[in-house]
C-alpha cells in the first residue's frame, strides 16, 4: 500500500489548482476592497470619479515637481554667493526674525530667516 509517482503527481495538480483557485479568491477580495475603499474616499474627498482623481493627482505631482525646481534654483543661488547669508543672532531680536532696530532687511537675508523659520 505505497504511495506511487502517479499518486504524488496528482496530490501536486491538486494543490496547484486550489493554490490558483485560492489567488484568484484573493485577487477578487482585493479589488473588491480598493473599489469600496476608492468609493469611500472618492465621495469624501469630493471626486466624481476615479479619472478625476488621477487628474488631481498629476496637477499635485506637477507643482512639486515645479517646487522642486524652484527649491534648486535657490539652492544653486546659494552656493553661489555663500558670503552673502546672514544667519540671525542675538542681537537680531526676539529669535532672530524681528530686527531690534529700524533698518532695511535686505531680501537675501528676509529669504535666509524666512528659511530658517520654515526648517524649524
Do not use: C
Amino acid at each position: 500500500m505505497g504511495v506511487t509517482l502517479a499518486d504524488i503527481k496528482a496530490q501536486e495538480e491538486k494543490l496547484k489548482k486550489e493554490q490558483a483557485k485560492l489567488r484568484q479568491q484573493k485577487k477578487r477580495l482585493i479589488e473588491k476592497e480598493n473599489a469600496e475603499m476608492g468609493k469611500a474616499l472618492r465621495k469624501h474627498f469630493g471626486f466624481e470619479s476615479f479619472a478625476d482623481f488621477e487628474r488631481w493627482l498629476s496637477s499635485i505631482s506637477d507643482d512639486q515637481q515645479h517646487e522642486k525646481s524652484v527649491d534648486n534654483e535657490w539652492l544653486a543661488d546659494e552656493k553661489s554667493a555663500p558670503s552673502e547669508r546672514d544667519y540671525p543672532d542675538e542681537s537680531d531680536g526676539l529669535f532672530g526674525v524681528i530686527p531690534n532696530k529700524k533698518s532695511q532687511m535686505s531680501e537675501s537675508k528676509f529669504t535666509s530667516i524666512f528659511n530658517d523659520v520654515n526648517l524649524r
